[in-house]
């Protein structure tokens, strides 16, 4: 009989094998549906789970035969990690524990040592960062008002970014359930900053998913105005209006993919965020599964499909409105070489400096955002 613990692992991947949606969700569902376990073996099991996916490429290469969940956390208990990846002869892309096509994109863009850096730091665990409510907080105040709770610092870079020193339950806290901060990344919390709002104008937040950078945006707004939540998936706008209620946002207005409302905007936002659908690379700490699904062919239809979301988004701009278009992804294909097209072949122009928080991916996912003026 395995020991409690190997049992849910295996089992976890059992049906993670066949479902092959997102991890966090796959272990999040699993755990709801397993009461018997407790923090501690929830938090282990997670645990294993993530460090087996990053490094499944490192462990098969040690697996000579049937590569199964099983044989690699054989060689998860066995193998010495830091040896392994510092072994010159390794090829670059097992030592990273990464897709050759993958690694291969990063050293054609950024060099081979810059290409190794980026793969093993996505293999780390991510930073965690709340984001304080300045609708109802200063992140100041929140700072000191929650130190008891939350062991926390301020972070370097996003105005209202908290960096959280030891991990605690916090969505069990009042001060979340009260609105007082969100969970996001600082990364993503610069991107927000880009779309400098003002009060009375008129946001467009057109792939808004759950909200996360509405919500961002929201306060510099001051409830007046109108910030506007569009996705085509019904569902997670769902989740979005929660967060909205909570976060004590008056102003915004949730759009359906099918609200005739939509029509009526075109020609009329100061601004549109574009918050694209792309490879997700710049959040491999939080997915280390998505860099197992990539392929040529799938960056290829995603850069298709970003050029044509932003070329429906723009239609809603009124004249020198702006567009901020962002990604979390460490792919130049997919961020410069998108504004570059964008300019060429849209009537769009860049305005000022773009943002790239790659050369801050030990603090903060890998975001690209950049705002265009339309012509």
């Known amino acids: 009989m395995l020991p409690f613990r190997q049992y849910h692992l295996f089992q976890l991947f059992a049906i993670f094998k066949t479902d092959r949606g997102p ?5 999040a569902r699993y755990f709801r549906q397993h009461k018997a376990l407790g923090s501690k073996d929830r938090k282990k099991i997670a645990e294993i789970v993530y460090h087996l996916v990053r490094w499944s490429g490192l462990f098969d290469y040690f697996i000579p035969h049937k590569k199964d969940w099983e044989s690699r956390y054989e060689v998860y208990q066995k193998l010495d990690l830091a040896e392994a990846i510092k072994n010159p002869d390794l090829p670059l892309h097992i030592r990273t524990s990464f897709p050759k096509v ?9 060099g081979a040592a810059e290409a190794e850096k ?3 730091m996505s293999n780390d665990r991510a930073p965690i960062t ?4 300045a609708l109802k907080i200063s992140r100041e105040d929140f700072i000191e008002r929650f130190k008891s709770e939350i062991e926390m610092e301020a972070a370097s870079t996003a105005p209202y970014a908290i960096r959280v020193l030891k991990r605690t339950s916090l969505f069990q806290l009042d001060a979340f359930k009260e609105g007082f901060f969100e969970m996001q990344d600082e990364a993503s919390q610069l991107i927000a900053e880009l779309v400098s709002a003002e009060p009375r104008q008129k946001v467009l937040d057109y792939c808004a998913g759950s909200g996360g950078k509405s919500l961002a945006i929201a306060p510099r707004m001051k409830n007046q105005g109108v910030l506007y939540l569009h996705d085509i998936r019904e569902g997670i706008l769902i989740q979005a209006k929660k967060r909205l209620k909570r976060a004590g946002i008056q102003n915004a207005q949730i759009l359906s993919p099918n609200d005739p409302q939509i029509n009526s905007l075109k020609g009329n936002m100061d601004w549109v965020l574009v918050d694209a659908p792309c490879s997700g690379s710049g959040t491999y700490r939080r997915n280390p599964d998505l860099k197992w699904k990539f392929s040529k062919e799938m960056l290829e239809n995603l850069i298709e499909t970003q050029r044509m979301i932003v070329k429906e988004a723009m239609s809603y701009l009124k004249p020198q409105g702006r567009l901020v278009y962002a990604t979390c992804s460490l792919f130049q294909e997919e961020n410069e070489k998108q504004v570059d097209y964008f300019e060429k072949n849209l009537s769009l122009k860049l305005d000022g400096e773009v943002i790239k928080t790659k050369n801050k991916y030990a603090e903060m996912d890998g975001f690209f955002g950049a705002i265009l003026v339309k012509n």
């Open 23 to 27: 991890l966090d969700l796959t272990i």
């Open 102 to 110: 993958l690694i291969d994109y990063w050293v054609q863009s950024y």
């Open 118 to 120: 980026l793969a093993l």
């Open 130 to 133: 709340l984001r304080a409510n």
